[in-house]
């Protein structure tokens, strides 16, 4: 059986100044780790604007770091775990600064289900998701959303208008919390990257995710 890594002795990436007045935790997605560009663009155009993030990685993404190996994610339940033992850590480190909670994709998802729990047991302000995985693609009846519709921490979902884990059609039919703010990248995917036909580019969707995600952290902040 593996051994889960320490969270005190875990790697993470911070990108941010010291003295920012929140810190984003920050998971990463099921098939890319913290550092990919996607984290790393998003993290680094947060930073730039006075945030803090912090990106850290689930134990499988860890063991793939260690083996070589591709696998598949870790149960709900660890994934959770992991998270929460992030949020500890970075409680004992900063036990003053406000903390939100997100991610991408997967990471994402398991921020929303632990947000409400974690604005009780340690404060957490808020969670944000970058784009959400309503669905297995080809399978929007296997729907990830019932959480969603009982949500009360404020949280901000970045959706790319044509993911296959949830398109704007499909996704403005759903039920959701009225805690739940929806924005919509134009033309984009699951990493909101446009199509070539569309004249948009990645660059764009990404800093405009940046944009709204600044403004997100600073209105939970209440400035």
Not at 106 to 127: F, H, I, K, M, Y
């Amino acid at each position: 059986m593996a051994v889960p890594p320490d969270p005190d002795t875990a790697p993470t990436l911070v990108d941010g100044p010291d003295l920012a007045p929140a810190t984003l935790l920050l998971a990463h997605g099921a098939g890319a780790p913290m550092d990919s560009p996607f984290m790393a663009a998003i993290a680094g155009g947060l930073a730039g604007r006075g945030w803090r993030v912090v990106r850290f990685e689930f134990p499988y993404m860890t063991r793939i770091r260690q083996t070589g190996r591709r696998q598949g994610p870790d149960r709900m339940p660890v994934l959770q775990q992991a998270f929460r033992e992030q949020v500890a850590r970075e409680r004992r480190l900063h036990p003053q600064r406000a903390l939100l909670v997100g991610g991408k994709s997967l990471g994402g998802r398991v921020a929303s289900l632990l947000v409400d729990e974690l604005a009780g047991s340690d404060g957490v302000r808020g969670c944000l998701c970058l784009g959400y995985p309503f669905h297995p693609p080809g399978r929007p009846a296997q729907l990830r959303t019932e959480h969603l519709a009982a949500l009360a921490s404020p949280t901000l979902i970045l959706q790319g208008e044509r993911d296959s884990f949830g398109k704007r059609g499909e996704v403005e039919s759903y039920g959701l919390s009225a805690a739940i703010q929806l924005h919509w990248l134009p033309n984009g995917d699951h990493s909101f990257k446009p199509s070539r036909s569309s004249g948009l580019s990645e660059a764009q969707n990404w800093a405009t995710t940046v944009a709204w995600s600044a403004d997100f952290l600073a209105a939970v902040l209440g400035g």
